[in-house]
């Protein structure tokens, strides 16, 4: 039987690939001295977790830097907290490292904060070079008075705290359309379907089979392309971290729609779980009906426009100029849709009833209520359709664009914007720009102001001479141009001031991949794996990129360093 430690596996291999290696492991090393028990382990994975964190403190440099924070549980119910770095690296690149992940036994903003400041202390790092703090919007992180944020900003009144759009996008999206009666009626129905068909590795290999035949015919006839990863299908469950997971499972709820039928029908009929036959009746029933497919189409468009949103605020590199950008643009799209989408959306809506044979309503005629078939209504299917759902879900969505991205209209975030290179700088502001050096009176002291304002009208005049500096979007970009161009060098405050409105967080994106490599890493096979063995671990799971720069000359020196040894490797 092959053995079940990963590690041993390894020596195995190696071993097997070098005949060097093969003659002072397993049988060949000495019975009491062979380095292969758990604690060795141990501790040879936590020389590569220390060399890669030496490699991000180094990326840091004792610079400007933001802390993203966010809790969650493991396989084995320990709330853990994963503290990711968000800072601009010697090369002008925004990073986003993984420093750690601290097991808290209490989620109460106080203990969060000493499980912070005991990281701090490891790694040698200090509180006042933090100029960023990036949450969720969980009372205990973002508090006005006794929050996570509070506390640091008591410490440090730099480290501006900014709501993670991706969640606010979620939140607008997702929770505030499903406040609509019939907006929450068709999401749980969805969950309903989800539960019924994905629930049995059956039903799911009638839904690829049928799929396989459809394609096979497709196939046939020329009308689509094949190759690697192409035309692979299924129900995908929504879940409310994986922000656009939403959208997914509606586009293939749609282009499956008619294989669905077919095993729900199967279901109905043949099902050996009563409760399943019921509720596949009950959906075939609400997939006949027109407010399925009228709210299909609705949150398909909605979701369709957020879409984009939502993948550019998980990119790593993102800077906070464009996620407002985008943030505003949807917020426009959201408005035209309003203004403008009625006829197309209807257009959408009879061409699937058409097309699928579900049931079609006369616009013009009297709706009747589902909940109450006797009473009349007094208004057309038209006014119920068009007036108390569309526009009254994109009226929440809108307000609730405006009321949540409260930081798209604060004054930091609007002084940033004077620094946009877009269309040959024309937001630039100097009065905008002196503003927004007064929140970092940690790095601008008043010389420094002085100084800034004497160098704006010099350094406007030369970006927009220079056409290297033409057709930038983003602070990026600008950022790396001038370090290519040496005219950093021109313009020192300017310099400071893009590498500290590039530290601001735009998203916990990255935390969120760090409790999915958690989840990797510690599985339900192994969910007694210590708290310090599981931050190895992931340390050098997560920062692959710095885990491969780490050279086996320095983990045996640090392996050697760490306590006696029997040998000297």
């Not at 939403?246 to 039928?261: C, E, G, K, N």
């Not at 409760?275 to 009950?282: H, L, M, P, Y």
């Not at 002196?434 to 970092?440: A, D, H, N, P, T």
């Not at 040496?486 to 313009?491: A, E, G, I, T, V």
């Amino acid at each position: 039987m092959e053995s079940a430690n990963r590690f041993l596996e390894l020596v195995k291999y190696t071993a097997g690939q070098n005949e060097l290696v093969s003659k002072v492991v397993l049988e060949n090393a000495p019975k009491n001295n062979q380095m292969i028990c758990p604690e060795i382990q141990k501790d040879i994975v936590h020389c590569f977790a220390e060399e890669v964190i030496r490699f991000i403190i180094q990326e840091v440099d004792h610079d400007v830097f933001c802390v993203l924070v966010d809790k969650s549980a493991d396989v084995s119910d320990k709330e853990q907290m994963a503290v990711p770095f968000r800072f601009v690296d010697k090369h002008w690149t925004v990073k986003e490292r993984f420093i750690g992940l601290v097991h808290v036994k209490e989620t109460i903003s106080a203990s969060l904060k000493c499980a912070i400041d005991s990281l701090f202390a490891k790694h040698g790092l200090s509180m006042k070079q933090l100029r960023g703090q990036g949450y969720d919007g969980a009372s205990n992180m973002k508090g006005e008075f006794n929050g996570l944020r509070s506390l640091i900003l008591r410490e440090n009144s730099s480290a501006y705290y900014i709501h993670c759009f991706a969640h606010q996008l979620e939140l607008v999206v997702v929770a505030v359309a499903k406040k609509h009666f019939e907006v929450g009626d068709f999401f749980d129905m969805i969950s309903v379907l989800v539960n019924v068909v994905g629930a049995s590795c059956k039903r799911k290999d009638m839904i690829r089979e049928e799929y396989r035949k459809r394609i096979e015919e497709v196939i046939n006839r020329g009308e689509i392309k094949t190759g690697k990863g192409l035309n692979q299908l299924s129900l995908q469950r929504p879940g409310n971290t994986r922000w656009d997971s939403h959208y997914t499972t509606l586009l293939r709820l749609v282009d499956l729609f008619s294989i669905i039928i077919k095993v729900l029908e199967y279901i109905e009929k043949d099902g050996s779980d009563s409760t399943k036959r019921r509720q596949a009746n009950g959906l075939l029933k609400y997939f006949n009906t027109f407010d399925f497919v009228f709210y299909l189409q609705l949150m398909l468009l909605i979701l369709g426009l957020t879409n984009s949103l939502s993948v550019a605020l998980q990119r790593k590199d993102q800077d906070i100029l464009n996620a407002m950008s985008l943030v505003k643009s949807t917020k426009q799209q959201l408005c035209k849709l309003r203004d403008d989408g009625w006829d197309s959306l209807l257009t959408k809506v009879f061409a699937f009833c058409e097309n699928h044979d579900t049931e079609l309503l006369i616009m013009d005629d009297e709706f009747v209520d589902p909940r109450k078939p006797r009473k009349r209504s007094n208004m057309t299917n038209l006014h119920h359709y068009q007036v108390e759902c569309f526009y009254t879900v994109l009226d929440m969505q809108i307000q609730e664009f405006n009321d949540r991205f409260d930081e798209v209209n604060t004054e930091l975030l609007g002084c940033v914007a004077s620094l946009s290179p877009i269309d040959s700088f024309h937001e630039f502001d100097p009065l905008k720009v002196m503003r927004l050096s007064e929140f970092y009176p940690k790095d601008f002291t008043s010389v420094d102001r002085i100084s800034l304002e004497h160098q704006l009208g010099l350094y406007i005049d030369n970006i927009r001479e220079d056409e290297r500096f033409a057709n930038l979007k983003s602070l990026g970009d600008l950022a790396h141009v001038m370090v290519e161009t040496r005219k950093y060098l021109s313009h020192p405050q300017v310099y400071q001031l893009l590498k500290l409105v590039l530290t601001l967080p735009i998203a916990i994106a990255t935390v969120e991949r760090c409790f999915s490599a958690m989840n990797i890493v510690k599985t339900s096979l192994r969910n007694r794996i210590g708290d310090k063995f599981l931050n190895d671990c992931l340390v050098s799971f997560i920062e692959k990129e710095l885990f491969d720069k780490v050279t086996n000359d320095i983990v045996m020196k640090m392996f050697q360093d760490m306590k006696e040894r029997r040998i000297t490797l």
